[in-house]
């Protein structure tokens, strides 16, 4: 399963958003996350379900790639993904306002 998400910061605030996001799931879910300058790593369960997956921040945009949770669930993780990714991107709200 693959995810881009367009965004207008800077690569180090992006880096920082992305960083606090996967934090929270971290503290929520129990996931696994490992970074390695713009490059994180991230696994485990969450519901049930098991993932692995990469993320790479860049200047314009965040990709992600990771295992696919099957055809019943991945509607659903790719539309929860991309809003906390347009979440956590977005400029109006300031980092300290963010979940985490």
């Known amino acids: ?3 881009s998400q367009k965004h207008t910061l800077d690569k180090a605030e992006a880096l920082r958003r ?3 996001l996967t934090a929270f799931w971290k ?3 129990g996931v696994n996350v490992e970074w390695n300058g713009d490059k994180g790593h991230f696994a485990g369960d969450v519901k049930g379900i098991h993932f ?3 993320v ?3 200047d314009r945009e965040i990709n992600a790639e990771g ?3 099957g055809l019943m669930i991945r509607a659903v993780a790719t ?3 991309k809003k906390k990714l347009a979440e956590y991107l977005d400029p109006a709200k300031s980092l300290d306002a ?3």
């Open 1 to 3: 399963m693959k995810i």
């Open 18 to 20: 992305v960083e606090k």
């Open 27 to 29: 503290r929520e879910y």
């Open 52 to 54: 692995d997956a990469q």
């Open 56 to 58: 790479t921040v860049g």
């Open 67 to 69: 295992s696919d949770p």
């Open 79 to 81: 539309t929860y993904l």
């Open 98 to 100: 963010l979940e985490g």
